[in-house]
């Protein structure tokens, strides 16, 4: 599981990049990384681009914090994680420093990124939508990266420290809902259940909202924390029998049938079974009301549109990342080309200064940029200096075809996985009618 986090540095930035890239937390440096920028002039670049910007607010940075659990994951590959998240977030539009710290319990990245873009230096906007796509993208990279996650919904508003207590199975809030739970059926009415839990120990207090206490506990926990079964009115109604706790409205998506014969869960539970059961029946039925709908007539003709879809997959999948390559190329090229453009005037002035060495010592930082920058340029093989305005329209078409293939990826995506699901009911029923008929005729 990876917790994630995200504050603005508004002055700073030098003293957080320091501390992110201390040696003794990223192994001796070996665990720091940057994009579009270097790390050991990450500050100056950075001002320099919140020079250029009309619009940059208060912000200097922001600085992005992934934490994973204990012994999940190495140093590397927790790094690697954090460089594609930080890839993707961040869609190569801004300069970034990425630094993996092992000096405590838990493995954790660091990201510190420019607070406006080397486009159009534009600011960015940190916001509650903008965090929960941060956090969609950690977990998800999280689960492709075969680690644990936790689901939307589940243990909301947990802090890292709680969600390990309750894994642990020490958490307090996790004890006092099973105490909760136990003492229920054995209550007559709301106080007899306050005096049960005072039997156990429980400190019980009462105001606007009931709170308990565990021996040893430091703060009391309020009932209303614990979830919608746990409040005073649901509470209440569980011990008169009455409370019905609200369900989520029934998927009916096509999902995948479940093994009866090899689940665990089935042969323990008959429950469970029956419920299973009834799932498959619902499966079937949508797997074959889906074959009808697109006219799927023969099992060939299902694994020809599969094989069909996965190859529309996997070419709009290169096409998007061709897409991101180029652009990432583009806003690199359109910083370096600023750059240079916003420091040959001091380059200039450095040229005709009578003490080029105290000049230098006064500007070392920013000429070092300039000569990173037209390095660069010549590199690439330019002999003139590109056309700023002509980067940037052709950046900005290429960012509206990348929107595109993006939706076309997410829908060959969506497609992929649907006939995914749908293949493998057909071969789930398929065995099963096969295992039957060859148990006839034993």
């Not at 029934?250 to 539970?269: F, H, T, Y």
């Not at 709009?316 to 897409?323: C, I, M, R």
């Not at 002509?390 to 075809?401: D, G, T, V």
Request: glycine share 4%; with cysteine.
């Amino acid at each position: 599981m990876a917790v994630t986090k995200i504050h603005p540095i508004k002055s700073t930035l030098k003293k957080a990049l320091d501390y992110i890239e201390n040696p003794a937390k990223t192994d001796e440096k070996m665990l720091v990384s940057s994009f579009a920028c270097s790390y050991e002039t990450a500050d100056i670049e950075f001002e320099l681009l919140l020079s250029q910007a009309m619009q940059k607010g208060n912000n200097l940075a922001h600085h992005l914090i992934q934490s994973f659990a204990p012994g999940e994951t190495t140093p590397e590959q927790a790094h690697e994680i954090g460089r594609q998240l930080a890839d993707e977030v961040l869609q190569g539009k801004y300069p970034y420093v990425l630094t993996t710290h092992i000096d405590k319990g838990h493995v954790h990245n660091h990201v510190i990124f420019c607070a406006v873009d080397m486009v159009n230096q534009r600011k960015y906007v940190s916001n509650r939508q903008s965090y929960s796509y941060i956090r969609r993208t950690s977990d998800r990279l999280c689960k492709e990266h075969n680690l644990s996650v936790v689901m939307p919904g589940q243990d909301r508003g947990k802090s890292y420290a709680e969600w390990d207590a309750h894994r642990k199975g020490t958490s307090w809030k996790a004890k006092l809902k099973a105490a909760i739970d136990t003492t229920i059926p054995q209550a007559k009415d709301f106080d007899d259940f306050l005096r049960l839990l005072q039997e156990q120990n429980y400190e019980v207090k009462r105001g606007k909202y009931v709170s308990f206490r565990a021996p040893g506990q430091g703060r009391f926990t309020r009932c209303k924390t614990l979830g919608e079964a746990y409040t005073e009115e649901a509470i209440t109604e569980r011990i008169k029998g009455r409370f019905v706790e609200r369900k989520p409205k029934e998927n009916r998506k096509i999902s995948l049938r479940i093994d009866l014969e090899n689940s665990i869960k089935a042969q323990q539970s008959a429950g469970y079974e029956k419920w299973a059961k009834l799932h498959n029946l619902k499966q079937a039925a949508r797997t074959l009301n889906f074959l009808t709908e697109h006219e799927i007539d023969s099992y060939p003709d299902l694994e020809s549109r599969v094989a069909e879809i996965t190859a529309a997959s996997a070419e709009a999948a290169a096409a998007l990342k061709a897409a991101e390559c180029r652009l990432a190329e583009m806003a690199m090229l359109i910083k370096d080309v600023t750059t240079y453009k916003e420091l040959r005037p001091l380059v200039q002035e450095y040229q005709r200064a009578a003490d080029k060495k105290q000049f230098r010592r006064k500007h070392e930082g920013t000429l070092i940029l300039y000569e990173a920058a037209a390095k660069v340029l010549k590199e690439q093989g330019f002999q003139k200096l590109p056309d700023l305005y002509a980067l940037k329209a052709e950046y900005k078409q290429l960012a509206e075809q990348k929107d595109q293939l993006q939706r076309q990826y997410a829908e060959a995506k969506r497609q992929m996985q649907e006939y995914g699901i749908i293949k493998q009911n057909v071969d789930g029923v398929l065995f099963q009618n096969h295992r039957q008929e060859r148990d006839k005729t034993l």
